[in-house]
């Protein structure tokens, strides 16, 4: 049974770009979260799909969006990438109306130039 | 936005020896307490977790005590090994909310 996968590992980008990261749940969940994780911090929530909307949301900017796909995946899309967007992107799965305690995947690691 | 603070910074402790680490929540309405475990390079691995209708809950060496009055709780791991070094996160939210709120981590090191 895969667990939460993401893609890709690692990402590198230079300011003002656009970025697209990619996640795909642990078998059975219906929920993705994602988090953005500065070093030496903990997740800060980003925001969730569910039914593939937008269910809720964290203090982000909409430079921040995102899309589920009727197959439970999901993409985070960052727009006009600044430095301080450099970070580990986490996403969680969850399945809707059980426990809901969240599974996260190993991240993708991007860093703006 | 972080409404969940956690203490302390790094801890070093003996092979062997008790981790104790502990976090301080503001908002009320949290009702779901998991503590997750991070190793470098890798995502947050669920460990345990507690809601506020019970004072502890373990899970053979992680024992998490909750005190709902003082909105406190807190990560006892019970003969602590080597390979329990990790960076360990407690973390709140409301049930059926998944706005998931971190303390800043707790990087635990135990020497052989």
């Known amino acids: 049974d895969a667990g939460v996968t993401q893609s890709p590992t690692h990402l590198i980008k230079t300011r003002g770009q656009q970025v697209t990261l990619r996640c795909s749940p642990k078998s059975g969940h219906d929920t993705v979260s994602w988090y953005q994780q500065a070093l030496g911090q903990g997740p800060q929530f980003i925001f969730q799909?569910?039914?593939?909307?937008?269910?809720q949301r964290g203090n982000f900017p909409d430079r921040f969006s995102g899309h589920q796909y009727p197959n439970y995946s999901s993409e985070l899309n960052v727009n006009a990438l600044l430095l301080g967007d450099s970070a580990l992107y986490l996403c969680a799965s969850s399945q809707s109306g059980g426990e809901e305690t969240q599974y996260f995947g190993p991240g993708t690691r991007l860093l703006v130039l | 936005q972080q409404q969940v603070k956690q203490s302390p910074q790094s801890l070093i402790v003996q092979k062997g020896g008790i981790s104790i680490i502990n976090c301080a929540y503001e908002n009320t309405a949290f009702d779901y307490f998991p503590w997750y475990q991070q190793f470098p390079g890798k995502g947050p691995a669920l460990l345990i977790a507690?809601?506020?209708?019970?004072s502890e809950k373990k899970e053979g060496r992680f024992t998490i005590s909750f005190n709902k009055s003082a909105k406190q709780f807190s990560l006892h791991i019970m003969d602590s090994q080597p390979g329990d070094s990790a960076t360990y996160f407690c973390?709140?939210?409301?049930?059926?909310?998944?706005?998931?709120?971190f303390g800043a981590g707790t990087r635990l090191t135990v020497k052989p």
């Open positions: 799909y569910y039914e593939e909307e937008e269910r």
């Open positions: 973390a709140a939210s409301i049930y059926n909310n998944n706005d998931m709120r």
């Open positions: 507690i809601r506020p209708d019970v």
